[in-house]
């Protein structure tokens, strides 16, 4: 079965620095991978998806993530923190084939905590 | 276009007793699917429904169970509640090939 893995549950940055959160999925193949966020309370907004092609990805609220297959990752990263992107993070995969967002598999989530 | 709604946001049941979830999906989407997510973990798949039928399942009991409608919103419904069925249960609406939108979800406390 598929997993993800968020190593790192709690991450403290300050504001205006560079993020990285990083994601590992374990899967036969090259699953669809996803990066949501959460604010406390909330549903899900959708940052970025890798479907195929170009292994950078680009999302909103300028936040990007890699794909490499090679270490089964796809990290999220963000050049410059704001303050209101302190929220909790969430990798998943879907496997390939078998439809964009649907039984979505989570990792644990990365708690985001930004100082002033 | 409307985005993915939930109902109630809120909800306090007693251990044993009944409930229904309710999710309007996003227009234009006819794939649901629900997640359960506990405090402090991630989403976990319960079921998902395409055009009104069941369209796979995840590790949970027959005592949760869905519906589709025509106008492909949806319900969950959980029987026999457990108190470790307090959670937070998320709504989610995509086409099979489109990404997932969720709705806002609804906090259900089982006392």
């Known amino acids: 079965a598929q997993s993800v893995t968020q190593p790192d549950i709690h991450i403290t940055v300050s504001e205006g620095a560079s993020l990285e959160l990083r994601c590992n999925y374990s899967?036969?193949?090259?699953?669809?991978l996803f990066w949501y966020v959460q604010s406390p309370g909330q549903g899900l907004q959708l940052l970025l998806k890798?479907?195929?092609?170009?292994?950078l990805v680009q999302g909103i609220k300028g936040f990007e993530a890699e794909f490499k297959r090679s270490q089964s990752s796809f990290n999220l990263r963000k050049p410059s923190v704001h303050w209101s992107d302190a929220a909790e993070y969430f990798c998943?995969?879907?496997?390939?084939?078998?439809?964009?967002?649907?039984?979505?598999?989570f990792g644990t989530g990365t708690q985001l905590k930004v100082e002033l | 276009e409307t985005g993915v709604t939930q109902s109630p946001t809120h909800l306090i049941k007693t251990r044993g007793q009944q409930v229904t979830l309710r999710c309007s999906s996003q227009?234009?989407?006819?794939?649901v699917s629900w997640y359960q997510q506990a405090l402090g973990q991630g989403p976990q798949f319960i079921f998902q429904y395409y055009r009104e039928e069941e369209n796979g399942r995840g590790n949970f009991p027959p005592r949760f169970s869905g519906l589709q409608f025509p106008n492909y919103s949806s319900e969950l419904n959980v029987n026999a509640l457990e108190l470790d069925d307090s959670a937070l249960y998320l709504c989610?609406?995509?086409?099979?090939?489109?990404?997932?939108?969720f709705g806002q979800g609804t906090r259900l406390t089982v006392v």
């Open positions: 227009s234009g989407h006819n794939t």
């Open positions: 899967y036969g193949a090259t699953p669809y």
């Open positions: 998943a995969v879907v496997p390939s084939g078998r439809g964009g967002g649907n039984k979505l598999t």
């Open positions: 989610a609406s995509s086409n099979m090939n489109t990404e997932a939108f």
């Open positions: 890798y479907f195929s092609g170009d292994t």
